[in-house]
């Protein structure tokens, strides 16, 4: 964190410490994982039309696909709502098991669930999701205090309807030592 800004932004601090801990451990684990997310069994993924298209392979207006899914004969893992398309409990067709890797990953057109899962920032704190068996706890809570620096103290709470929803709150901003 920059000392020399009072002004700075602890969200934009946090969401950059989210992402590194994400690239430094989550990542890396990805290969190796024994419940890939890729695979959507208890993750829902959020889609706009174009990633739908590209990822599903598509080769259909999307007057013609919604068409075909409101008749009961689109992919049954496809739903639709408010403009959105959501993906559950089938493998995202994007995600190769053999090798355990994506071939969207480094595109533009990744869904940002597939960016911020397992580890986000949610409105000021961090939130993690504890169903990704890479995410450690405590390495994350060290990883975030490393980050934001010694005059922060960070909480822990769970979700209590979704306990594996786990919020780390960032509490103070004076001195070293004097929490807010």
């Known amino acids: 964190m920059s000392r020399q800004n009072p002004r700075r932004s602890l969200a934009k601090e946090l969401a950059a410490a989210a992402a590194s801990y994400q690239v430094a451990a989550v990542i890396p684990h990805c290969v190796t994982c024994s419940k890939p997310c890729c695979r959507l ?8 039309w174009k990633q739908l298209k590209v990822i599903w392979l598509l080769d259909e207006s ?5 068409r075909r899914l409101a008749s009961g004969k689109g992919p049954e893992e496809i739903r639709s709502a408010d403009g959105l398309y959501f993906a559950h409990r ?3 067709p994007a995600y190769d098991e053999g090798h355990g890797t994506c071939r969207v990953y480094d595109q533009d057109i990744k869904p940002a669930g597939c960016s911020d899962f397992p580890v986000y920032e949610d409105q ?3 939130t993690a999701d504890l169903r990704c ?3 450690d706890l ?3 809570v060290a990883w975030i205090a490393r980050a934001i ?3 922060f103290r960070i909480i822990q709470s769970a979700d209590a ?3 594996f929803l786990v919020t780390l709150s960032v509490k103070g901003g004076g001195r070293p030592g004097q929490g807010r």
């Open 41 to 48: 069994d208890p993750l829902v993924l959020e889609l706009e």
């Open 62 to 66: 999307r007057n013609a696909f919604d």
């Open 90 to 92: 089938k493998v995202c």
């Open 124 to 126: 000021g704190s961090i």
């Open 133 to 135: 068996e890479a995410v």
């Open 138 to 140: 405590k390495a994350l």
């Open 149 to 151: 620096g010694p005059e």
């Open 161 to 163: 309807e979704f306990p």
